[in-house]
């Protein structure tokens, strides 16, 4: 696997992970968690915005893996 | 009329009378009742008993007396229960036993405890060794409460520092194969997100004895079948899991790379993801 294909699964499941979260604390009912749910999926979204832009950048340095 | 009408006849009315006082009396349990609630009951059943098989007593006298072995324990319970001193000296004060780990045996002595009594009663709270209590009391009721000192108390969360995730109740959401539409109300979720879960779980509706969904709304069900393993729900630990390798990953990234920007972006957020990690950690568990 190249660094841009490895970068690319990582972000998918970053991806994942904000969804997942987001499923959690729409269903949790309990407000600490919800709480902290929420938070978490926040951060993972800062996370999931940089990576991205990584993503874009090493496709455009790689090419020709794309 | 012969004597056998009379008595049955009494006895439905005399049976009606006494549930209803017992009723009124409380709910406490047998063992919560102190000596002269505990001989009142037994006086009405005894009052009860005598006029229903004897055809010839007066019925009336009886219902008098029920009247008055109701009514003097019921104004007692209630006085008792406004005022303070009044109980102390209805129910009784408790009585240490044991104090600072030091066995009082003057208090002992006074409540007709023998030394093998108490060991007896200290067996009952699991306590083998007098030494291991701090402070030990003989409740009213006759029951001995123990409070063991500190190192030999169960281990507890606050004890390790550890922070849980709180729990609510669970909600029953299928009984019997049938939905129960309130508890999953109570969720916010629908029979749609029942179905949905079922499926994943590939179990048919009707083959659920009992499904039961958390705070975090994860089922968990027993089916009729017992032949069939279910799966144990896996989304939150599945999650973790994913966090922590995601985390790993952007670790590697941040090591591999000789861009020092992207290094430096690799590590700011493998430490948020950190962060995300530690903040839900023990809520997935």
Not at chain 1, 12 to 39: G, H, R
């Amino acid at each position: 696997m190249t660094v841009g294909s490895q970068v690319k699964t990582c972000f998918s499941s970053i991806k994942s992970v904000e969804a997942s979260l987001q499923m959690l604390a729409e269903k949790t009912y309990e407000q600490n968690s919800y709480q902290a749910f929420k938070d978490a999926e926040a951060i993972i979204t800062e996370v999931k915005n940089d990576l991205q832009k990584q993503v874009i950048m090493l496709s455009k340095e790689e090419p020709q893996y794309n | 009329m012969p004597d056998w009408v009379i008595v049955i006849g009494k006895s439905l009315l005399l049976i009606t009378i006494l549930f209803f006082l017992t009723k009124w009396l409380g709910k406490k349990q047998l063992s919560q009742l102190n000596i002269f609630e505990y001989i009142s009951g037994i006086v009405l059943g005894g009052i009860v008993a005598i006029h229903t098989i004897e055809p010839d007593s007066n019925i009336l006298n009886g219902l008098v007396a029920m009247a008055v072995w109701f009514l003097v324990p019921y104004a007692v319970e209630y006085i008792s229960l406004k005022s303070k001193s009044f109980r102390n000296f209805t129910e009784g004060k408790s009585t240490v036993f044991i104090q600072d780990g030091k066995i009082m045996e003057d208090n002992l002595k006074k409540e007709g405890y023998s030394t093998d009594d108490l060991l007896e009663k200290l067996r009952d709270n699991n306590v083998f060794l007098a030494s291991d209590v701090e402070f030990a009391v003989l409740e009213p009721s006759g029951t001995l409460s123990v409070l063991p000192k500190k190192e030999n108390q169960p281990l507890t969360a606050k004890d390790l520092g550890l922070k849980l995730a709180p729990q609510k109740e669970p909600q029953a959401v299928i009984m019997d194969g049938k939905v129960l539409l309130e508890p999953l109300a109570n969720l916010s979720l629908n029979t749609n997100w029942l179905e949905t879960e079922l499926d994943k779980m590939s179990v048919s509706i009707e083959n659920v004895f009992l499904a039961q969904a958390d705070n975090d709304g994860q089922l968990t069900v027993d089916l009729y079948d017992d032949k069939i393993a279910v799966a144990e729900p896996t989304e939150k630990p599945l999650l973790l899991a994913t966090m922590k390798k995601c985390q790993a990953d952007l670790e590697l990234f941040s090591l591999a790379t000789k861009n020092e920007e992207a290094k430096k972006m690799y590590e700011k957020n493998s430490k948020k993801l950190q962060a995300a990690i530690d903040l839900v950690q023990f809520h997935l568990k």
